[in-house]
């Protein structure tokens, strides 16, 4: 039968894109698969680094591709790659309690089978002493242990700036290329510490993202915006891990998703838009476009720092190396979107063909199922 792309009766979404009469000549026939694979052949899957930090107009040629970059040790000098050990840390924070993300898996804010259905599982979170909680991270990630809850602090609420605060005047308040040329200080200034036990699913934020490694690794898996056909986004119900009487973790619906839990479609009233396809596991959860995807990889390692676009999708995930003091740590700038011009709009114009179209494709395929079944 061939592959299950949606043929348009007119080269409209294409033209809208691309534009140019020469071009529609190499249209297959669907503009989805020609926007993604025409992206692939002027982009490639590879990251570009740079020797240092970009000057402001550099930088702002970046943002207006929507193209990542990372530059390696650009921030080895601060002062928080010198001095955020864990005696350090501990010392600092001595008694006080912080806010801790706990979940089975490491899986906070990831699809998750329940049930037999996929829902947004959310961590459970709670107050530990910030020595208690290093310890435990320290430990297990030494252990090797992959049978006990997975602990890390994710909060990404300007938690530097208000939680972690006393370490907020070690990084610098703004990242001087980005600030001077987005004309705007960050909206959030997020800290990161966990293990290799837990791994970030794949999403994406309306945010100028500049991401600093300052211990341990950080591996990340890029797509474009343009790929969202592949990432079979679904409405998910919300749930949340919850601590049993006699110990462990489940999962509970949360009330409005427990209240609409037998409708048709999941979470469809008051669900979460999230990616249910995994670029690790592509045979999985796949959409008719999700072969055309090409993942970007880069890995970042202390001192590195990462520009991550408005809108790219991401999934990340830790490794401690043997001789390190066995956490992993990461800080990163938000600074808001421009949502004028054409990038918000068209990304989001591609969302809405891409939806429609899997839930087209989805049911052209259950209807053959069930004229192949009344035949027999």
């Given at each position: 039968m061939g592959t299950d792309y949606l043929s348009f009766p007119a080269n409209f979404y294409f033209v809208f894109f691309f534009g140019g009469p020469g071009s529609l000549a190499r249209s297959p026939g669907d503009p989805l698969a020609e926007l993604i694979t025409t992206y692939n052949e002027l982009n490639g899957a590879f990251i570009e680094e740079l020797a240092e930090e970009p000057s402001p107009l550099?930088?702002?040629?970046?943002?207006?591709?929507?193209?990542?970059?990372?530059?390696?040790?650009?921030?080895?000098?601060?002062?928080?790659?010198?001095?955020?050990?864990?005696?350090?840390?501990?010392?600092?924070?001595?008694?006080?309690?912080?806010?801790?993300?706990?979940?089975?898996?490491?899986?906070?804010?990831?699809?998750?089978?329940?049930?037999?259905?996929?829902?947004?599982?959310?961590?459970?979170?709670?107050?530990?002493?910030?020595?208690?909680?290093?310890?435990?991270?320290?430990?297990?990630?030494?252990?090797?242990?992959?049978?006990?809850?997975?602990?890390?602090?994710?909060?990404?609420?300007?938690?530097?700036?208000?939680?972690?605060?006393?370490?907020?005047?070690?990084?610098?308040?703004?990242?001087?290329?980005?600030?001077?040329?987005?004309?705007?200080?960050?909206?959030?200034?997020?800290?990161?510490?966990?293990?290799?036990?837990?791994?970030?699913?794949?999403?994406?934020?309306?945010?100028?993202?500049?991401?600093?490694?300052?211990?341990?690794?950080?591996?990340?898996?890029?797509?474009?915006?343009?790929?969202?056909?592949?990432?079979?986004?679904?409405?998910?119900?919300?749930?949340?891990?919850?601590?049993?009487?006699?110990?462990?973790?489940?999962?509970?619906?949360?009330?409005?998703?427990?209240?609409?839990?037998?409708?048709?479609?999941?979470?469809?009233?008051?669900?979460?838009?999230?990616?249910?396809?995994?670029?690790?596991h592509p045979d999985t959860n796949a959409t008719p476009y999700s072969h055309l995807a090409e993942p970007v990889r880069v890995t970042l390692e202390p001192g590195d720092m990462l520009y991550l676009p408005a809108m790219w999708y991401h999934k990340v995930s830790q490794s401690c190396p043997k001789d390190g003091e066995g956490f992993v740590l990461a800080v990163n700038y938000w600074y808001d979107m421009e949502f004028s011009g054409p990038l918000y709009p068209l990304s989001s114009f591609v969302r809405n063909i891409g939806l429609q179209t899997t839930s087209t494709v989805l049911q052209r395929r259950a209807d053959r199922m069930t004229q192949g079944t009344s035949n027999h």
């Open positions: 550099e930088f702002m040629r970046y943002v207006a591709r929507n193209t990542p970059f990372v530059v390696r040790g650009a921030a080895s000098s601060w002062q928080s790659n010198q001095t955020w050990d864990k005696e350090y840390l501990v010392r600092l924070f001595k008694d006080q309690a912080v806010n801790v993300a706990v979940t089975p898996f490491g899986n906070a804010d990831a699809p998750t089978d329940h049930d037999g259905r996929i829902v947004f599982a959310k961590p459970h979170e709670e107050d530990q002493d910030f020595e208690e909680f290093i310890n435990y991270v320290i430990n297990q990630e030494k252990s090797k242990d992959a049978t006990s809850e997975v602990r890390y602090a994710q909060t990404q609420n300007d938690n530097l700036r208000n939680e972690y605060f006393p370490l907020s005047h070690e990084v610098p308040p703004s990242v001087p290329f980005a600030r001077i040329a987005l004309d705007r200080d960050p909206e959030a200034v997020n800290l990161w510490i966990g293990t290799s036990r837990s791994v970030t699913a794949l999403h994406k934020d309306n945010y100028e993202n500049i991401y600093v490694q300052i211990r341990g690794c950080k591996h990340f898996v890029l797509l474009p915006p343009c790929c969202q056909p592949c990432v079979n986004e679904r409405t998910l119900m919300p749930a949340t891990y919850a601590r049993r009487d006699h110990g462990g973790l489940a999962l509970e619906l949360d009330e409005a998703s427990n209240e609409n839990k037998d409708r048709p479609e999941d979470g469809a009233l008051h669900g979460v838009p999230f990616a249910t396809w995994d670029p690790d």
